[in-house]
């Protein structure tokens, strides 16, 4: 079954960090790119970073600096590293392969301040 599952949030006071995890079942995800996307409440879905099978890796301006993404591809597995959170992160993050229509629960991040 082909499936993503993000796991990490949780509640945090501004300047602190979280590590978010996704675990891809199925190797369709393996060759292609990963991305972390977010929404915030009463909002669309907004793209925060991806990262290629190769290690390229692209960022959001309002996150670049703060966040990292990065994959453990023999494990299937996509982390977002948070630091120095802001109250404007607060949202369900989720990832996601853009060339796939698939898209798990998120995990929700709230910031405090």
């Known amino acids: 079954q082909v499936r993503l599952v993000e796991s990490g949030g949780g509640l945090v006071q501004a300047g602190g960090s979280l590590r978010l995890s996704c675990a891809a079942s199925g190797s369709i995800f393996r060759f292609e790119n990963m991305a972390w996307y977010r929404q915030h409440p009463g909002t669309q879905r907004e793209w925060v970073a991806t990262a290629a099978p190769g290690g390229t890796t692209n960022y959001a301006e309002s996150v670049r600096g703060r966040f990292t993404i990065s994959r453990d591809i023999d494990k299937n597995m996509v982390y977002l590293q948070m630091n120095n959170l802001k109250p404007e992160d607060t949202a369900v993050y989720y990832c996601?392969?853009?060339?796939?229509?698939?898209w798990g629960r998120g995990t929700q991040v709230t910031v405090s301040s």
């Open positions: 996601k392969s853009p060339s796939i229509d698939i």
